[in-house]
Antibody
Framework: QLVESGGGFAQSGGSLRLSCVASGFTFSTYSMNWVRQAPGKGLEWVSYISSSSSTIYYADSVKGRFTISRDNAKNSLFLHLASLRDDDTAVYYC?????????WGQGTLVTVSS | QSALTQPASVSGSPGQSITISCTGTSSDVGGYVSWYQQHPGKAPKLMIYDVSSRPSGVSNRFSGSKSGNTASLTISGLQAEDEAVYYCSSYTRSTTLRYVFGIGTKVTVL
């Protein structure tokens, strides 16, 4: 199970930190992803982190603004969002990477307003 | 990065079979493909991975295939509960990793 938190309202240019707590599996052995979905829109991959944090990737749309990290001792995944823009408004999901992305958390809504 | 191409909508009557296509390039759909089901207000759920494999617990009414750069999801014996949006997904992994999703296909059970 994956449970996200930390979403809310932020002003353009502001920042937020999202968290995702994992349970029911050995978190430290899995790579993880963040995927977002703007209101009424499709899915957009945001970022990937390997099990040991040695490999990290970002979508071009968030590179240089978002930072992914994890704490395996606390079964937790994080996404720090900075320099927020209106088009970052979305539900942010964390997802475990297996042969696909499974499972997904319930999502946390980030609303950016100028 | 371009999204994978899917039809906006597909419909069928209960009991019928429908197929959703997903077209990309040799760099993405040419390799790994997965499919996700999303009901309104819910998180996506993995339905197919590695083109044609089903996770434990997913009905065998769902099947996946691929020909060239086009992947397909077939739902057999369509049921009311299958009404949802379906997304295909793939990735490229060369110098970097890039996941890409399709635009989503709304399946309507008539």
């Amino acid at each position: 199970q994956l449970v996200e938190s930390g979403g809310g309202f932020a002003q353009s240019g502001g920042s937020l930190r999202l968290s995702c707590v994992a349970s029911g599996f050995t978190f430290s052995t899995y790579s993880m992803n963040w995927v977002r979905q703007a209101p009424g829109k499709g899915l957009e991959w945001v970022s990937y982190i390997s099990s040991s944090s040695s490999t990290i990737y970002y979508a071009d749309s968030v590179k240089g603004r978002f930072t992914i990290s994890r704490d395996n001792a606390k079964n937790s995944l994080f996404l720090h969002l900075a320099s927020l823009r209106d088009d970052d408004t979305a539900v942010y999901y964390c997802a475990r990477e297996t042969a696909g992305q499974d499972p997904w958390g319930q999502g946390t809504l980030v609303t950016v307003s100028s | 990065q371009s999204a994978l191409t899917q039809p906006a909508s597909v419909s069928g009557s209960p009991g019928q079979s429908i197929t959703i296509s997903c077209t990309g390039t040799s760099s993405d759909v040419g390799g790994y493909v997965s499919w996700y089901q999303q009901h309104p207000g819910k998180a996506p759920k993995l339905m197919i991975y590695d083109v044609s494999s089903r996770p434990s617990g997913v009905s065998n009414r769902f099947s996946g295939s691929k020909s060239g750069n086009t992947a397909s999801l077939t739902i057999s014996g369509l049921q009311a509960e299958d009404e949802a949006v379906y997304y295909c997904s793939s990735y490229t992994r060369s110098t970097t990793l890039r996941y890409v999703f399709g635009i989503g296909t709304k399946v309507t059970v008539l």
